[in-house]
C-alpha cells in the first residue's frame, strides 16, 4: 500500500471518528486533510491520465510530441553542439584515453583484403611460378597469419599519435562535423519515434511516483492543520 492512500484512509478514518463522535474539531481535521489529500491525488492522476470532461488533464501523453521535440532539442543543442564535440575529441587525444579503434578493427571483415593480394600474385610476373607450384591452393594456408598480421598492425597505426592527430584534423572539418551532426540527429529522431504516449508516461511515473506520492501527503497534512485552525476559529 503507497503513502497516497495511507494519507487518504487516515484523513477518512477521522472524518468518521468525528462524525461518529460529533467532535467539530475531528471532524473539520479529516474533512480538510482528506480534501487536501484528494485533490492533489487527483491533480496527479490528471497530470498522466485523461479524464472525460475534466480539460487539461493527460497533458503529458496529450503533449507527446512537444515532449519528443524538447528531447531532441536538448540532446542535439546542449550536448552534441561543435564545441562538446571538438572536446570530445581532444580530450581522448591524451595518452591516457585514446580513441580505441581496436574493438572496431577486430571485427572487420579482411578477407577481401587477401584476395586482393591472391589476384595480385596470380596477375604478376610470379603468377607462373605460383602455377607450378599448386597455384592458390598453395597460399590458401596464410590467410589466416596474413589477416592475423593485418589487423595487429592496423590496430598498432591506429593508437600512434599521428594517426589521431590526422583523425581529429579530418573529423575537425565544417563538413565533417555537419555530416556527423546529421547523422547523430537521425539515429536519435529514430530511437524517439519508438517511443510511444504510454511508454513515456511509464518512464515519467517511474522516475518521480515517489516524490508525486509525498505530494498527496503534504496535501492531507496541510489541510488537516487548515481543518484545525478553522474549527478553532468557530470555536
Not at 94 to 113: H, K, R, W, Y
Not at 150 to 167: N, R
Request: no cysteine; proline share 4%.
Amino acid at each position: 500500500m503507497n503513502k497516497s492512500v495511507i494519507t487518504n484512509l487516515i484523513a477518512a478514518l477521522l472524518l468518521a471518528l468525528g462524525y461518529y463522535f460529533s467532535s467539530a474539531i475531528v471532524l473539520s481535521i479529516g474533512l480538510f486533510a482528506l480534501s487536501g489529500a484528494l485533490t492533489n491525488w487527483l491533480a496527479i492522476h490528471m497530470l498522466f491520465e485523461k479524464v472525460p470532461g475534466l480539460y487539461g488533464s493527460g497533458v503529458i501523453p496529450s503533449r507527446f510530441e512537444e515532449f519528443k521535440a524538447g528531447i531532441s532539442h536538448l540532446m542535439m543543442k546542449q550536448f552534441f553542439t561543435d564545441e562538446n564535440i571538438d572536446r570530445f575529441l581532444s580530450d581522448q587525444g591524451g595518452s591516457q584515453s585514446p580513441i580505441n579503434l581496436q574493438p572496431v578493427i577486430e571485427q572487420v571483415d579482411m578477407t577481401p583484403a587477401f584476395d586482393a593480394l591472391v589476384t595480385t600474385v596470380e596477375q604478376s610476373s610470379f603468377g607462373g611460378m605460383l602455377a607450378m607450384v599448386g597455384g592458390t591452393d598453395a597460399i590458401t594456408p596464410l590467410k589466416e597469419p596474413f589477416i592475423e598480421k593485418m589487423k595487429a598492425s592496423l590496430v598498432e597505426i591506429s593508437q600512434s599519435e599521428e594517426f589521431y592527430t590526422l583523425l581529429k584534423n579530418e573529423l575537425e572539418q565544417p563538413d565533417v562535423l555537419a555530416d556527423m551532426k546529421t547523422k547523430i540527429n537521425e539515429i536519435v529522431s529514430q530511437r524517439l519515434n519508438e517511443l510511444t504516449p504510454e511508454l513515456v508516461k511509464d518512464i515519467i511515473q517511474e522516475m518521480i511516483r515517489e516524490h508525486l506520492g509525498w505530494l498527496v501527503v503534504w496535501g492531507g497534512v496541510f489541510g488537516g492543520v487548515i481543518g484545525l485552525i478553522a474549527a478553532l476559529v468557530q470555536a
